[in-house]
């Protein structure tokens, strides 16, 4: 699926319902947004998810989907290669096909021995994963910004020798640098999509092989479902609830079966 020269584009899930809605207006594969995997379970976004929950909730999305899914690991949920790599074990034992993980505020080393460790178990397994390691160079700011195409190329280096699939790199959106990443990493460039990048059409030809939704559908449904909220408790009006929404038909067939 990263193959193409379109981005395998990914519209990031929160749960078992929204992830069977995804995949049923024609997403290849699913992947998750841990702040809306969080919110969802009633967490603020952040490596607090208890490792349980994560599993948990995985296992009800894998229960309702056909096509592959992805889970964000956020650090993996410790500080322990051998534990994340665990950690990673039950979700393959799920049949999750692949899971991100990132590096945040951490040593870049640190990152990449939680990546070997993965990759040690799961071949030991006999089972195959997707990495997908997520670098926040961009995203938090780490370098200044005419070095954080640099910054995160010599870390994209460190993970693709660690045994990473493919490299996340939220928040690039100038062409320059999405160029020079490509051309200096050789695993599968992912973006998410941020007000002023490209589109997909145009991100392919730059070289990006997957585009993600983030955690911005699951914010938006959000937003939605607290003007509605407001408004009834407000003004008690029962108008706004037409507004967009699902018939109650089109839903119950979407689980009808599983």
């Not at 039950?90 to 899971?99: D, H, N, S, T």
Request: charge should be negative; charged fraction near 20%.
């Amino acid at each position: 699926m990263h193959d193409n020269t379109t981005p395998l584009r990914l519209a990031n899930a929160w749960d078992a319902g929204s992830a069977r809605l995804i995949e049923a207006v024609g997403a290849p594969a699913v992947a998750t947004t841990s702040a809306g995997f969080a919110w969802a379970l009633g967490y603020p976004d952040g490596r607090l998810l208890p490792i349980s929950e994560v599993v948990a909730s995985a296992a009800r999305i894998i229960r309702v989907l056909k096509v592959p899914l992805s889970v964000d690991i956020e650090n993996g949920y410790s500080d322990d290669p051998k534990t994340v790599a665990d950690n990673v074990m039950r979700l393959v034992e799920l049949g999750v096909a692949g899971i991100n993980i990132e590096d945040g505020f951490d040593e870049p080393a640190l990152l990449a021995s939680k990546i070997e460790a993965i990759r040690n178990a799961v071949s030991k397994s006999g089972n195959d994963l997707f990495i997908n390691a997520r670098c926040d160079v961009f995203l938090a700011g780490l370098a200044d910004k005419p070095k954080q195409a640099d910054a995160s190329i010599e870390r994209g280096v460190q993970y693709a020798s660690a045994g990473a699939d493919g490299f996340f790199l939220p928040a690039i959106a100038n062409p320059v640098d999405i160029e020079k990443v490509v051309s200096a990493i050789r695993l599968p460039l992912n973006v998410m999509a941020i007000p002023g990048l490209a589109d997909a059409a145009t991100l392919g030809g730059l070289g990006v092989r997957r585009l993600s939704a983030g955690g911005s559908i699951s914010q938006i449904v959000l937003g939605k479902a607290k003007a509605i909220a407001q408004d009834f408790l407000q003004n008690g009006r029962s108008e706004s609830f037409n507004d967009g929404a699902l018939p109650y038909s089109e839903i119950q067939q979407l689980f009808a079966g599983l």
